[in-house]
């Protein structure tokens, strides 16, 4: 018997989640070292642009990516670095700041509400590099 739904999951997620607001993240992108990480897929990125100075990677990756362990690892990310993730509406990257604090990070948060809320509070976007 099925007794949780995604959305359980992703309501839970953001329980646990730094939950940052559109103006929050880009005056932490102003004010110094961030990883902002783009979690959405590349078809998403090539459709809806992205967020100035993002890394991609895919929601699918971002655990190889992150672990320093992994023969995936990318050196863009550090456990004790300041990261924050989107994606296109904050699910996933309420989700993924889960497994990352598995993995040792401690400094964690998202964009709720993704790229969408992003947009809506008339922030800036690119076409996919």
């Keep these: 018997m099925r007794t949780r739904t995604v959305m359980t999951l992703v309501a839970e997620a953001k329980g646990r989640a730094q939950n940052l607001s559109p103006d929050e993240v880009a005056r932490e992108l102003e004010d110094g070292e961030v990883v902002l990480v783009d979690l959405r897929e590349p078809a998403e990125l090539a459709e ?19 672990d320093p362990a992994s023969p995936y690892h990318r050196d863009e990310f550090q456990p004790g670095a300041r ?6 509406s904050g699910g996933r990257s309420a989700l993924a700041c889960d497994s ?20 809506e509070a008339g922030r800036p976007t690119q076409p996919r590099p």
């Design 83 to 88: 990261t924050i993730l989107y994606c296109a």
């Design 48 to 66: 809806q642009g992205v967020i100035p100075g993002a890394i991609h990677a895919p929601r699918g990756m971002l655990e190889f990516y992150a």
């Design 100 to 119: 990352l604090r598995g993995l040792g990070y401690e400094h964690l948060a998202h964009l709720d509400g993704g790229l969408k809320a992003w947009k």
